[in-house]
């Protein structure tokens, strides 16, 4: 085993490591660790901290690695058609229901704006590259989707907000937008083709739960 897949494991186990930890501690002892602006800061950090130390440690060449830059018009074109299209679907889904915008720091930072930005430079940038580089590009994304899932099973489990079939349903769900963010990153080569879709489906599926 060479020294960044090493490396790799180690963020990711550390990652999902950390956030079982704290999905523990908020579901079974509560406050503080279930304050709202807490849950945003660490949930942020343990998927921010591995990926940054993933790309100071093993890749050499950062200039624009996050794909902000590259690309970005077409990344960005992907993405609001990504966008549009998950948006008319959950409002189909969600018909009859009233939409309100949630209200609250901690939800807008941790929900909808910095938790998607920081999965998708996790996910889409470090594990999504460094799977391409040690296995074929279909099995990296497949890989790369589940274990973007499989991240949000610990506080939906022992939380009981999703449960059995809903539960398995959510996390379905979760792989075939991982799969749909990782596809549209790999063709476009930027970050923009996923992150806008996935800010706006959460702004919009949130909007409808208030």
């Not at 624009?64 to 990344?75: E, L, T």
């Amino acid at each position: 085993m060479n020294r960044s897949t090493r490396l790799f494991r180690w963020c990711v186990g550390g990652m999902f490591a950390a956030w079982t930890l704290w999905s523990v501690l908020m579901a079974f002892v509560g406050e503080p660790f279930s304050l709202p602006l807490l849950r945003a800061l660490v949930r942020v950090s343990v998927v921010l901290i591995p990926a940054l130390a993933y790309v100071h440690f093993v890749v050499k060449d950062r200039e624009d690695f996050w794909a902000f830059r590259h690309n970005w018009r077409q990344g960005l074109l992907v993405g609001t058609v990504l966008s549009s299209l998950f948006f008319v679907m959950i409002v189909a889904q969600n018909s009859g229901r009233i939409f309100s915008l949630p209200v609250g720091f901690a939800v807008w930072f941790n929900f909808i704006i910095v938790s998607p930005l920081v999965e998708e430079m996790m996910f889409r940038r470090v594990i999504l590259e460094h799977l391409k580089s040690v296995t074929s590009t279909s099995r990296a994304i497949l890989l790369e989707s589940l274990l973007f899932s499989l991240l949000h099973l610990p506080w939906w489990f022992l939380s009981g907000k999703q449960q059995g079939v809903a539960l398995v349903a959510a996390l379905v769900s979760l792989f075939v937008y991982g799969v749909v963010f990782s596809v549209a990153v790999h063709y476009t080569k930027s970050i923009w083709a996923a992150l806008l879709p996935h800010w706006i489906n959460n702004l919009v599926i949130l909007s409808f739960s208030t």
